[in-house]
């Protein structure tokens, strides 16, 4: 079992949609989480991290985290075709290092 | 405030040869992470450095080296070059807080390619 995992997609969601992208985490002792997008050909740029139960917004991006599930999501609302990317979430564990999953390819059609 | 920048962008070598990739991290930040981003492995994290020592480590043979230095520049060293290491090495630097935060911003990477 991977330590991070997420559905490879690809993800296909219609302009305006909510997109849902959803990550599990093995090890509970993990501090904080991060949402970061990643275009074709280029690096990982951070959207979101969130480190406490529940949620937390900025603009249209939602993250959710649930410790007791190990669960931890973000939705996209009004999804643009802009938002098409590949989204990887990242969970801190203790000891600072930071482990990715492998990734869900998002794709928004117009 | 400037980015992290890596050098250089885009390496070519041969298998046995050796390479030297840069990292600056973002000023301030005392913190840089290196990683290798391959299609079928994805991210994988290969270690940390703060304050000139190396924090993390991950799961990289012994091949793989780094340092950093006094002005939180880092350098990665991959010896002995085999087809495998063909990848997007990302760089990410921090600002290191107290508490759980800890955000790292990666670089732009540089495209190893070993034929």
């Known amino acids: 079992q991977k330590e991070v995992e997420q559905n490879s997609g690809p993800l296909s969601v219609p302009e305006g949609a909510i997109a849902s992208l959803n990550c599990t985490y093995s090890?509970?002792?993990?501090?904080?989480f991060f949402w970061y997008r990643q275009y074709s050909g280029k690096s990982p740029e951070l959207i979101m991290f969130?480190?406490?139960?529940g949620d937390k917004e900025d603009g249209r991006f939602t993250a959710q985290l649930n410790k007791a599930s190990q669960y931890v999501s973000l939705l996209i609302r009004d999804s643009q075709p802009s938002d098409s990317a590949t989204y990887l979430c990242?969970?801190?564990?203790?000891?600072?290092?930071?482990?990715f999953g492998q990734g869900t390819e998002l794709s928004v059609k117009p | 405030k400037a980015g992290v920048t890596q050098t250089p962008r885009y390496l070519i070598k041969t298998r046995g040869q050796q390479v030297t990739l840069s990292c600056s991290p973002i000023s301030g930040h005392r913190s840089v992470s290196w990683y290798q981003q391959t299609p079928g492995q994805g991210l994988q994290f290969l270690f940390e450095y703060f304050s000139e020592t190396q924090r993390n480590k991950g799961n990289f043979p012994g091949r793989f080296s780094g340092r950093q230095f006094s002005n939180s520049r880092s350098e990665m060293n991959v010896s002995t070059l085999e087809l495998g290491d063909s990848a997007l090495y990302l760089c990410a630097s921090t600002y290191i807080m107290g508490g759980a935060r800890n955000e790292q911003f990666f670089g732009p990477g540089t495209r190893l390619t070993v034929l």
């Open positions: 990242a969970v801190k564990r203790q000891g600072g290092k930071l482990i």
């Open positions: 090890d509970r002792g993990s501090q904080s």
């Open positions: 969130i480190y406490s139960n």
